[in-house]
């Protein structure tokens, strides 16, 4: 009879546990309560058939354990029963159907007075893109990307030398304003998640995906990748910071646009450190390899330059410039202790790599 | 000398057949056309690959657990072990086991066959699986090892710098993918053509056990389902090796600008769930069929509502092809396609729904006898309530937008596809294995194995759902750093790890029951269950090639007759003489009819 004790156990605990658990949904953070709502009236109506279903169990294997001498009963069939129960049943799922669909009818249709921003997923670092004092984005294409133009942003397209561009991590939003939130990859897919926002969707390269929110608290959010892309997935992280409208503007206004980005990556203080940057950027070390210090999937670039590190073969060395050149040029020789040997060997030209190790020896 | 074994002159034995009934070791174990020697080669295999997978999930879950702690497991390998986990307990375990296990073993003997309709394809099928795994496991030996694309193996990254095995580890899993479909359409024409023609006497298909029904229909799935994986595979192979765009975009890798142009990764998403979703059905039809004959028995019971369970498994078996969408309301596919495919969805929950009613009410006024198999399957209807009820979270797209990708999903789908079933695969060896060795699975082992799986996996799979809820993402290596997710949750892994640990361990007890009882297990007799259904009617145990002896069995009534008021035993074998009753409801009151 363990058997039943252990499913009443299980029905009675499932709901402890439910009730004192400390895991359960972000504070939500935007207009989408009704997706909470429906999440709320599934685990209800779920929460109901699971406690009938599994007490109705243990009950009957109760009453109906074998003893000696009883017999079972023969009743192979009840039509009017089984009537009863699809009818119910159908019922039910009417019930959660119906309401779920509604609210899925308001996320499918953006507001039209939305602010539209564009998110674009790289493996494995967020960047945004606003369309600036035209309202209009300019045209992208993947074939565009260079070290000078990570958006991919078409230069002959005069509507996208006022685009605002956002390459850090954080964003800014304004709160209670609905966002239309365009995405956008150049390499593979992502999925933009916030989890207090509720609403988010995939990006996909090769097409502009949407979704649309209204910011209902201000603070600061995480954003993360919840879209498998590769060995640096679970360390593609961002922040959204929402804001009263004005401070937002403020904010949105000192972003640079495509034109300026563009002069300032020619006209750089030390046009060596700059392409190493642009190619930093380009050739996706940005990925694994912080400048703030930060530890990625690899070390961070902040002092790395000077130090002396150990290796998993467990001998030690100074780093230095030509170590930093010896290791681009063959990352799997030897690996920093701590870090898994994971770096793909990035083609590059010497002239490429002098600059790259320039601007890794500029993060000091 | 066919014809004197077998008097039905509708299924003289084929001299082939016949032939292969010749002794030596060679030919009745290794090169055997018996599909009871390859269901078990079959078996063999699949457990055999399972427990790889098994150990490769336990691999995993230390690293969610003490993450960091185990140097060895780095992101990339981290990726790999998730992948192969998933492939192999999807296709190479559940898939392989049900079909070319339960399937080869059950059908013959349960419709009344000599054996599978295309012997030599049969044998050839097990072979060409063996294949299918041996490419597989050379994906582990070669340079930058297994791919690491997550299971589902999307494209563009699965064949790009970046993800790990996206040069070698890939091309053998999609060759490997397709030589195991090239194994399941040889045994799935053989096991469909074997329900179709090759009944016995007075087998009409609505006498035949539900095993075989949901057997037949997962069959039928697997045969129109499987092309559309054939087909993505080999076009996401031509992209890799070849450089096509079937599913490539113009896009920018690690920096470097590839030659891909025009494709579109959601058409391999749409390809993969029309596969995928038909898939989880390949896995569930059986696992109902099995589970109903498990719990009739053992209940001693008819089974309620036979017709309406055999329309349910049909009726599941058509809307699982236009469902697959509700894996991709998130994609990025048109946001119109949401409405239809939740609807199509939450109506599947109704068939679905009616089978569990119809087990609860085997179940009511029954005599139940908690033997292992019964055990596994009362575990498996619990385990399969929580799995259902989940999907209607996910499947209700509102609901699913901020769960998916998260815990929520893993844990549903391992409750629903993963745990529900392989307690339906442990409850029928544990019930069949008599038949199969003439000896009895060792009861305190099984105990011992059921109740470490049943509250171990439900300790593992109940708290990941609130996981899930809080928003924490899967296919994470590491979680440090995020602020959203408390230190509890943490805890909360570790807890998780140790059960999954204890429970990996666990299936060591059922893989030493299997050995020791092939040698030392109390004898069996032909039929320990008392079961009705005609593979215990057997002249001998284990069976013998081609099964019968000289004469095929003749049915007269369905494969549920028990407690049939005024029989003298709580069972009515099929193929027992007309006059001892335990007709099927219908036929029963046809009769009656027919008589007044």
């Known amino acids: ?364 | 000398m066919a014809e004197a074994l077998d008097h039905t002159p509708a299924h003289p034995i084929a001299p082939e057949t016949a032939h292969a009934a010749t002794h030596g070791f060679l030919t009745r174990y290794v090169w055997s056309q018996d599909h009871k020697v390859i269901a078990v080669q079959y078996s063999c295999i699949a457990i055999f690959t399972g427990l790889v997978g098994l150990v490769l999930s336990d691999l995993m879950r230390l690293q969610l657990g003490f993450p960091g702690v185990f140097e060895f497991i780095n992101a990339e390998r981290y990726y790999q072990l998730v992948t192969m986990h998933g492939m192999i307990m999807v296709i190479y375990l559940l898939t392989a086991l049900f079909l070319g296990g339960f399937g080869n073993y059950l059908i013959p003997l349960m419709v009344g066959a000599r054996d599978m309709a295309f012997p030599y394809l049969n044998m050839l099928s097990v072979w060409v699986f063996l294949v299918a795994v041996i490419v597989l496991m050379a994906s582990f030996f070669v340079p930058g090892g297994p791919t690491g694309a997550g299971w589902t193996l999307y494209p563009p990254q699965v064949i790009l710098p970046g993800t790990p095995g996206h040069d070698w580890g890939i091309v053998l899993m999609l060759v490997s993918l397709a030589i195991f479909i090239i194994a399941t359409t040889m045994g799935g024409l053989n096991y469909v053509t074997t329900v179709l023609q090759l009944r016995c006497e007075g087998m009409t298909l609505m006498r035949m056990p539900l095993s075989v029904w949901g057997i037949f229909t997962a069959t039928i799935l697997a045969l129109l389902a499987f092309p559309a994986l054939f087909v993505s595979a080999v076009m996401l192979m031509l992209d890799k090796l070849l450089g096509s765009s079937f599913f490539m975009p113009a896009l920018v890798s690690m920096g470097q600008a590839r030659a891909y142009q025009g494709g579109s990764p959601l058409l391999f998403q749409h390809l993969f769930w029309f596969f995928g979703h038909p898939e989880v059905y390949i896995i569930a039809l059986p696992a109902f069929g099995v589970v109903s004959d498990l719990i009739s028995v053992h209940a001693r019971k008819a089974i309620f509502g036979y017709r309406m369970m055999v329309w349910a498994i049909l009726a599941i078996g058509v809307l699982s092809f236009v469902v697959w969408a509700h894996h991709m309301f998130i994609s990025g596919m048109n946001l119109a396609f949401g409405f239809f495919f939740a609807t199509t969805t939450l109506i599947i929950a109704i068939p679905t729904a009616i089978k569990v009613y119809n087990w609860l009410l085997t179940l009511w006024r029954g005599d139940i006898h908690l033997s292992v198999p019964m055990l596994f399957a009362l575990a498996f209807i619990s385990t399969f309530i929580i799995g259902g009820l989940t999907g209607l979270f996910l499947g209700n797209v509102s609901v699913d937008i901020p769960l998916s990708g998260t815990y929520f999903v893993v844990a549903h789908f391992h409750m629903v596809m993963a745990v529900a079933p392989i307690l339906v695969v442990f409850g029928g060896i544990y019930h069949w294995y008599p038949k199969v060795t003439g000896r009895m699975l060792n009861d305190t082992l099984g105990q011992l194995h059921f109740w470490i799986t049943f509250l171990g996996t439900y300790l593992i799979y109940f708290p990941m759902h609130y996981l899930g809820m809080l928003g924490m993402p899967r296919r994470y290596y590491a979680y440090a750093g995020y602020e959203f997710i408390p230190p509890s949750a943490q805890a909360l892994n570790a807890f998780i790890t140790v059960v999954a640990l204890i429970v990996g361990v666990a299936q060591l007890l059922f893989v030493v029951n299997l050995v020791w009882s092939l040698f030392r297990g109390a004898p069996a007799g032909p039929n320990p269950w008392r079961a009705a259904s005609l593979e215990w009617q057997t002249p001998q145990t284990p069976p013998v090639h081609l099964n019968w002896g000289e004469r095929l069995p003749v049915v007269h009534r369905w494969a549920y007759a028990y407690s049939v008021p005024g029989a003298a035993q709580d069972y009515i074998a099929q193929n027992a003489p007309p006059q001892a009753g335990g007709d099927e409801p219908e036929q029963g009151t046809l009769r009656q009819e027919r008589g007044s």
């Open chain 1, 1 to 364: 009879m363990a058997v039943v004790w252990t499913l009443i156990a299980m029905v009675v605990g499932s709901l402890a546990f439910h009730l004192l658990s400390p895991w359960w949904l972000a504070p939500i953070a935007s207009n989408w309560g009704r997706i909470d709502a429906m999440l709320a009236l599934t685990l209800l109506i779920t929460g109901v058939f699971f406690v009938v279903l599994n007490l109705g169990l243990a009950a009957t294997i109760w009453r109906f354990r074998h003893r000696d001498g009883h017999r079972a009963a023969y009743r192979p069939d009840n039509r009017r029963l089984e009537r009863w129960l699809i009818v119910g049943t159908a019922l039910g799922i009417a019930a959660l159907l119906a309401p779920g669909l509604v609210v899925y009818a308001d996320y499918v249709v953006a507001p039209h007075d939305a602010l539209v921003m564009e998110v674009l997923g790289q493996q494995w670092k967020w960047s945004y893109r606003f369309p600036g004092a035209d309202g209009r984005f300019g045209l992208v294409d993947a074939r565009f990307v260079s070290p000078t133009n990570p958006y991919g942003i078409d230069q002959k397209d005069a509507s996208g030398t006022d685009d605002l561009l956002v390459p850090g991590d954080e964003v800014h939003l304004p709160l209670n304003r609905p966002v239309k939130v365009l995405l956008r990859s150049n390499d593979v897919l992502h999925d933009f998640d916030v989890p207090p926002f509720r609403a988010r969707m995939n990006i996909v390269p090769g097409t502009v995906t949407s979704f649309w929110f209204t910011p209902t608290q201000t603070g600061r959010y995480e954003v993360l990748c919840a879209q498998l892309c590769g060995v640096g997935h679970y360390n593609m992280r961002g922040f959204v910071v929402v804001e009263d409208a004005p401070v937002f503007e403020r904010w949105l206004a000192a972003r640079s646009t495509f034109a300026a980005t563009l002069s300032a990556a020619v006209a750089s203080v030390d046009p060596l450190v700059a392409s190493g940057q642009a190619l930093a950027q380009g050739k996706g070390c940005i990925a694994c390899h912080t400048i703030d210090g930060r530890s990625g999937v690899g070390p961070t670039w902040k002092g790395l330059l000077g130090q002396t590190a150990r290796f998993t073969d467990g001998s030690s060395a100074l780093l230095d410039a030509s170590a930093a050149r010896q290791h681009i040029r063959d990352p799997r020789a030897r690996t920093l202790q701590g870090y898994p040997s994971v770096m793909p060997k990035v083609e590059l030209s010497d002239a490429e790599l002098d600059a790259l190790v320039a601007y890794i020896a500029a993060q000091k």
